[in-house]
């Protein structure tokens, strides 16, 4: 917006002042509606979808024009405790092969007509073990959430955020423990595929950062300092700026989701301008979702990150917005409509 957040308590001065959807576009949406050609409800959650959008975009039909996919990636210094099945430079590697348009991401961006852009934040400093310390100061915590608020394009109608970093998963599993409550068995998944005793040493490490930070992490601007990861407080920095200036937001996985339990932990409508795009195989996904009460549009078993699942959901959302634009009223299709059939 006007500047970079300077400290937390701009962030919770921002957070505070959070602009509410327009009330006349989807009214005029809904009336639209009504006089489509078929019957009241039978698009299911595709009319909803449609009244979400026009409500954020603030206009009563809704565009799909400019959507941006956004991905951040990062290094966490817990992996240093062995929570993950590849290597720490699989980040940079995966980073190399975005740019070179050959991950599932590329394809999914190609097939919608997405602008897709990549930030790596700071690859060769991962944050510190937040099993010894807190993942980073707050200097460098508000440095990559205003990364994430200066990479929301001027001009968006649907924002997708994406993540890559070996180890974030754990990272995401600590915070929304933090932040929501429950052990770490509730939280820690497989992940990139731990299981037996790499997955239960998973849980010993998100354990042993709840202990450490205890009571330090209630607020949640702290727990995303001391638990969190470059890439996550990107992702809630660009969900804060999409929300003030009214974009909608298509939701990804686990990774992403943590992002956002951090602004609705600061404002419980904080999340009100998303939708989310697809639920992850990660379990703490379903449990995430239901905490931040929101309704997946997919459940396909996906769990890759980079914005997959979201992107994959893109194509309900373009349906959704076909059928309302695009659809005859029953006047204009000479169709007699419900009352007149009577």
Avoid: Y
Avoid at 123 to 135: C, G, I, Q, V
Avoid at 182 to 190: I, L
Avoid at 236 to 246: D, I, K, N, T, V
Avoid at 302 to 326: F, K, P, Q, Y
């Amino acid at each position: 917006m006007d500047s970079e957040f300077k400290n937390f308590d701009d962030i919770r001065k921002a957070v505070a002042r959070l602009p509410s959807p327009d009330s006349a576009a989807p009214s005029v949406a809904r009336g639209r509606d009504a006089t489509l050609t078929k019957p009241t409800g039978s698009l299911g959650r595709l009319e909803s979808v449609v009244f979400h959008l026009a409500g954020w975009q603030r206009r009563a039909i809704p565009k799909l024009d400019a959507i941006h996919i956004l991905i951040f990636a990062a290094n966490h210094g817990v992996t240093a405790q062995g929570v993950s099945a590849f290597p720490a430079e699989v980040t940079t590697q995966m980073v190399a092969n975005f740019r070179r348009g050959g991950a599932a991401i590329n394809q999914l961006a190609r097939l919608h007509d997405a602008a897709l852009t990549i930030i790596p934040l700071e690859l060769e400093r991962p944050t510190a073990d937040f099993t010894s310390a807190p993942a980073m100061s707050e200097a460098e915590c508000l440095a990559a959430i205003n990364a994430g608020a200066g990479a929301v394009p001027e001009s968006c109608d649907l924002l997708l955020l994406g993540e890559m970093g070996i180890g974030n998963t754990t990272v995401a599993a600590a915070l929304t423990a933090s932040l929501l409550g429950g052990n770490a068995k509730d939280w820690v998944g497989p992940g990139t595929g731990v299981g037996g005793a790499a997955l239960a040493n998973k849980i010993r490490v998100v354990e042993q950062g709840l202990r450490l930070h205890g009571d330090s992490a209630r607020d949640p601007l702290e727990a995303l300092r001391r638990l969190g990861g470059r890439e996550l407080a990107a992702m809630f920095g660009a969900l804060l700026e999409a929300r003030r200036r009214s974009v909608p937001v298509l939701l990804d996985g686990f990774v992403v989701g943590a992002a956002g339990a951090v602004l609705a932990s600061l404002n419980a409508t904080g999340l009100d301008h998303c939708l989310a795009g697809h639920v992850s195989a990660e379990p703490g996904h379903r449990r995430l979702l239901e905490a931040l009460g929101q309704s997946p549009l997919l459940d396909l078993g996906m769990r890759l990150g980079e914005a997959s699942g979201a992107a994959t959901a893109l194509g309900v959302l373009r349906a959704a917005v076909a059928c309302h634009a695009g659809m005859a009223t029953f006047a204009e299709a000479g169709v007699s409509d419900r009352d007149q059939g009577r």
